[in-house]
């Protein structure tokens, strides 16, 4: 069965600094792997999306992330946060096994220090 | 630009009472989507919709019913409304892509 685990809970960074949110996800076929961001009190939005062209995907506002098959992560990078980017990120795959299903990772709160 | 419009940012329920959540999209998109979120678990599929008076249950469809009498509108039903049920409930609807477009939420306390 396919599964996404988002690895913390909660990240804190300093403005100006790298972020990194882990997320690994279990599959038995090639997966669809997305990064939403959730920001308080507002509904989900598409960050990226991994389309099996390229390995490194851009999003908006900065951030990108790296499939590596081989581990089975999709980690989210951002090279220098903004305060801005304080948000709830979600890690979510596709599932095709038994039907079309949507599998959401707990989500990782980002906290973003001045 | 892409809407989904969920009609109430936040409601106080009684416990017992019905409660209505509605949800519309300006997307023409034939799926649509309830999921709750509570802390630490993510987001949970509660039912979802793929055509006009279709439905299929989610993982937590247990307390909830839904309606689609037309493509634009889904509507989430709570017949009796339980303390347990107190959450954030998100709608999302998607098109031929497999991308989710969300509303704001609505936030339900049920006292």
């Known amino acids: 069965a396919q599964s996404v685990t988002q690895l913390d809970s909660h990240v804190s960074v300093s403005e100006g600094t790298p972020v990194l949110l882990r997320c690994n996800y279990s599959?038995?076929?090639?997966?669809?792997l997305f990064w939403y961001v959730q920001h308080p009190n507002k509904g989900l939005q598409l960050l990226l999306k991994y389309t099996s062209a390229a390995t490194l995907v851009k999003g908006i506002n900065g951030f990108e992330a790296e499939f590596k098959k081989s581990e089975t992560s999709f980690h989210l990078t951002k090279p220098s946060a903004h305060m801005s980017d304080a948000a709830e990120y979600f890690c979510v795959v596709i599932s095709f096994e038994g039907g079309f299903k949507t599998i959401f990772g707990a989500g990782t709160r980002l906290f973003v220090k001045a | 630009d892409v809407k989904v419009t969920q009609s109430s940012r936040y409601l106080v329920k009684r416990t017992g009472e019905k409660v209505f959540l509605e949800c519309v999209q300006d997307m023409d998109h034939e799926n649509m989507f309830w999921y709750r979120q509570d802390p630490g678990l993510g987001l949970r599929l509660i039912y979802f919709s793929y055509d006009v008076k279709m439905k299929e249950k989610g993982d937590i469809p247990e307390g909830y019913s839904v309606s689609r009498e037309k493509k634009e509108r889904f509507s989430l039903i709570l017949e009796s409304a339980s303390t347990n049920q107190t959450s954030m409930y998100l709608c999302?609807?998607?098109?031929?892509?497999?991308?989710?477009?969300f509303g704001a939420g609505t936030r339900l306390s049920v006292l």
């Open positions: 999302a609807s998607r098109g031929n892509l497999d991308i989710q477009y």
């Open positions: 599959s038995s076929y090639s997966p669809s």
